[in-house]
């Protein structure tokens, strides 16, 4: 694929890690179709049952590389305007495929997560940070608004007024304040991060994989459904994973007090 981004799967658990530590590994808008591709990858993985993404080096992400926003200083406002637009769609599908994919989604976070960055681990399924981490949206800080989901799960995590206070004045969140705030579910040593991640993943890759997907399908859709829209969601999403041979087995399993164990399917 590309040593930008560095993608091991085992025992069901795909591990994504973007590479680019020199730059604490900021996007670089050029090779966003190596994104597109890995994520549609997993989209399309039957038999993924967790995914991992994290950072190499000292930090998670930047979010958009500086170099490649100065670059594009030198075009007019118009064409400008043009090409980010461009830009800023191209990373969607990532995004999308996070929501859509039906393993839980871990954001395993040490030093920064930045922009896009702070983005992504909002619209992971959990996240789990380093004592050392630290979160800022900072897009307001250079000129320009949220992205990549920035502006949608910011306000239905923190509410709006707190939306408003991290968007706009951008100030640098620690680990601890970001547990606080529901950003992260766990914050470890930076020691034991790996470990604790590992622990995470494990637990949900010998879970029931569709049952986690329908219930993700669920969550995600109940942010703007009707409570009677939500209703029948839940008894179709019930039934699917009526039907399913996880279900049969914890059935079973719980019958004979037993440990159940998934297949996945």
Known sequence: MSDVM???????????????PKFRNAVDQT?????????????????????????????????????????????PPAERRRRFEEVVHAIHPVVLAIRDISAPVIASVRGGAAGWGMSLVMACDLAIAADDAFFSLGYCKIGVCPEGSGSYYLPRMLGLKKAMEVALLSDRIDASAALALGLVNKVVPVAELESATREYAERLATGATRAFGVTKRLLNRSLSSTLEDQLDAEAAGFGECAATEDFAEGVKAFMAKRKPVYAGR
């Open 6 to 20: 560095l993608v091991e799967k085992s025992g069901g658990i795909a591990t994504v890690t973007f590479n680019r």
């Open 31 to 75: 090779q966003v179709h190596i994104f597109q591709e890995v994520f549609a990858g997993l989209k399309a993985d039957r038999d993924l049952r967790a995914v991992v993404l994290r950072g190499a080096g000292d930090h998670f992400m930047a979010g958009g590389d500086l170099n490649f926003f100065a670059g594009m200083l030198e075009f």
